[in-house]
């Protein structure tokens, strides 16, 4: 069963046309990376995914459910850029969605349960390669120190879909390598569906399940914006790498025979 | 090498910073000679041999009738009513720019009504607060407040709005309420913004306070300088505007300090 349905989707702004008939299913685990020309319309497919904005037309359905109508829990995300908070140091940027979570008036936690929270992102922070740094303020590390704590910010909430919109563009070379082989692992830990926007088609391809290509298919040069994108690649990659990460989103009786088959 | 490229250090540095005030002493002193030196009945600048007589009267002596200090009576009165001011302006600015620069809802009548608002000029407020809240210590007060906190409201909102969209996105992804995303994420990032305001209005702050003691009071700073006006005594008036700038850069370099050591981030991050 896919997790996302995206059915006849369109996203106009007055007479600015964006997104057209976008219809996609994809199932739970999967690692769409999100391609295209500038200002055809990815980033806006990944804030409509996300709740920030809504469809002018058509829907998505998370889960079998109409998806909610803004950002809430279910979905992370991490942007290139202002994704960390410049007044809490990494610690407390990580702790801060623990706490929200449990406190829903104070959105601070006390005593036990603070230290239970903090070790709990600390254990994280280790894992991202950031076990040094805890005491540090964002404005203090590097960029890709900023974006390893964005993806542990986002990761402590456990959620179910994972959206990334350029999250590496600021990055040089070697930063953004290391940072393709942790997002990849995490991947795989974590029972994550991934959407991510990159303007870097080789990125798209060492990294994707599944590459969906933007594109405008109809194009008047009188008006050009009387009409938007739509998918019009959609190409499964790595597909080793899609068996397990299935095998891994079944529940534990069918399995074995999964494993067999892959 | 160029002018632009050329920067003061060490102690050729501190001789540019005092210099200009050396220079204004002399100055002063100077003036002050010449013109004893023609009359010794001069009260226009006076010396400073005739100004420490004046501190020493009103800070050290008691007063005759009153059995007071004038100098620290002044000073805790005039204290007391900017103190409160800034106060209830910091937290009515703040509440005020925090809602309507955080929540649109309050932002569309709150932002055109605060901006008309600050166009009233405060000290033509004055006889109506008078009018109002009668001579007392309100109406001093009042007028503080009302002064400034359509400024800290205004740079607050503009604060709050200039937050970027993507923190607030990502707040609630990581579960925030509007109450809590406001209390964990907007008011922490605010904080530092109005320490650094309530050094900018300090200035218009004490212009308030000495404009409304100087018309209805019976102490204060203010009252005391217009006060002795009367009697051109400017042995009295001059220390006590260069006790009011101490007592103003005092409270501005606390207001610095108070924002460095609470909130590093803000400077640099280096705690």
Known sequence: ?????????????GEHTVLEQVNLSVAEGEFCVLVGASGCGKSTFLRLLLGQ???????????????????????????????????????????????????????RLLGAA??????????????????????????????????RLAIAQALVMKPRVLLLDEPFGALDPGTRKDMHVLLLELWREHPLTVFMVTHDLNEGFSLATRLLVFDKTRHDPHAPHAYGARVTYDIPLNSERRAFQAALAQPPGELAGCVHIA | MRLINRHPDGPG??????LPFALLLCAYLYGSAARLADNPNDK???????MAEAVKRMAFEQDLRTGERPL??????????????????????????????????LGAPLSPLLTVLS????????????????????????????????????????????????????????????WTLILRVVLPQLLPRLLVDLRLVLGSAWLFLIAAEAIASTDGL???????????AMDVILPYVGWITALAWAMDWALRQVGRRAFPWYHGGNR
């Not at chain 1, 600390?122 to 974006?147: C, D, F, H, N, T």
């Not at chain 2, 226009?44 to 005739?50: C, E, F, G, Y």
């Open chain 1, 114 to 147: 603070r230290r239970r929270a903090a070790d709990q992102a600390a254990a994280l922070l280790e894992r991202v390669g950031l076990g040094q740094a805890l005491a540090k303020y964002p404005s203090q590390l590097s960029g890709g120190m900023q974006q």
């Open chain 2, 13 to 18: 540095r501190l001789l540019l910073v005092v």
């Open chain 1, 1 to 13: 069963m896919s997790l996302i349905d995206v059915h006849n989707l369109w996203q106009r702004y």
């Open chain 2, 222 to 232: 203010g009252y005391r300088i217009f006060l002795v006006r009367r009697y051109l």
């Open chain 2, 72 to 105: 620290w009576q002044d000073t805790a009165a005039s204290l007391r009513r900017l103190g409160m001011g800034l106060a209830i302006a910091a937290v009515a600015g703040l509440s005020l720019g925090l809602l309507a620069g955080t929540v649109p809802l």
């Open chain 2, 44 to 50: 226009l600048l006076p010396s400073t041999a005739q």
């Open chain 2, 119 to 178: 166009m009233v000029p405060p000290l033509a407020m004055l006889p109506v607060l008078f009018i109002v809240f009668g001579l007392g210590e309100l109406s001093k007060v009042m007028l503080i407040v009302i002064g400034i906190t359509p400024i800290l409201a205004r740079d607050l909102e503009q604060q709050a709005r200039d937050i970027p969209r993507e923190l607030l996105v990502k707040a609630q992804t990581l579960g925030a309420s509007t």
């Open chain 1, 53 to 107: 904005e809504r469809p002018s037309q058509g829907h998505i359905m998370l889960g079998g459910q109409p998806l909610p109508g803004e950002p809430d829990p279910g979905r992370g995300v991490v942007f290139q850029r202002y994704s960390v908070f410049p007044h809490l140091n990494v610690l407390d940027n990580v702790t801060l969605g623990l706490e929200l979570q449990a406190s829903h008036w104070w959105g």
